[in-house]
């Protein structure tokens, strides 16, 4: 059990390590305002992008061969 102990923390250590150049270097430029409705507004947001997904093809294939990729992978999590 202490070996899993172990590779957490070293695991926590690393990224921690890691994040502190871009957590100090990086500036945030470009945002989306803030709503009071967040979920409506997502849902809005996810409405209007599937009414004009079909006018670019080559993203709508890529998304639904992601999807059964994606659903692939996480098989396999799941069984190993």
Do not use: C
């Not at 871009?22 to 009071?36: C, E, G, I, S």
């Not at 996810?46 to 639904?64: D, M, Q, S």
């Amino acid at each position: 059990m202490a070996q899993f102990e172990f590779a957490f923390v070293l695991s926590a250590i690393w990224w921690a390590v890691f994040t502190i150049p871009f957590m100090k270097n990086l500036r945030q430029t470009y945002a989306l305002p803030r709503v009071d409705y967040q979920v409506k507004a997502s849902l809005k947001q996810l409405w209007h992008t599937l009414r004009v997904l079909p006018k670019y093809p080559a993203l709508a294939g890529f998304l639904i061969a992601y999807f059964f990729y994606i659903d692939g992978v996480n098989t396999i999590f799941t069984v190993a």
